[in-house]
């Protein structure tokens, strides 16, 4: 199974910006599409943004415009640059990948970074 490794969170005033990571711990299978999942305290877990193997991207309506998902398939790893940060994204941000092993199609969560936003 590939672990994923989140990195890049921290305490930001409102208007900065921060680049999460999430970076594939083995080269053996290859990230398919990937997606960024943020959950607030008392919220339920949400769709941030997709990107597809060959960088077809997709974001939730609050953030286009301000967040870019990008990856690189050399290095297994993508990413999430955010922008123009407001307090209300807040969150617990996950990444969530998909990838083949020699059984099938499988899928990964990493474990979480803090993004915190000061008013």
């Known amino acids: 199974q590939v672990q994923l490794v989140e990195s890049g969170g921290g305490l930001v005033q409102a208007g900065g910006s921060l680049r999460l990571s999430c970076a594939a711990s083995s080269s053996r299978f290859r990230l398919n599409a990937v997606g960024w999942y943020r959950q607030a305290p008392g919220k339920q877990r949400e769709l941030v943004a997709t990107?597809?193997?060959?960088?077809?991207?997709n974001y939730t309506d609050s953030v286009k415009g301000r967040f870019t998902i990008g990856r690189d398939n050399a290095k297994n790893t993508v990413y999430l640059q955010m922008n123009s940060l407001k307090p209300e994204d807040t969150a617990v941000y996950y990444c969530?990948?998909?990838?083949?092993?020699?059984?099938?199609?499988?899928?990964?969560w990493g474990q979480g970074t803090q993004v915190t936003v000061s008013s």
């Open positions: 969530n990948a998909n990838y083949y092993t020699g059984l099938g199609l499988s899928a990964s």
């Open positions: 990107v597809t193997r060959d960088g077809s991207a």
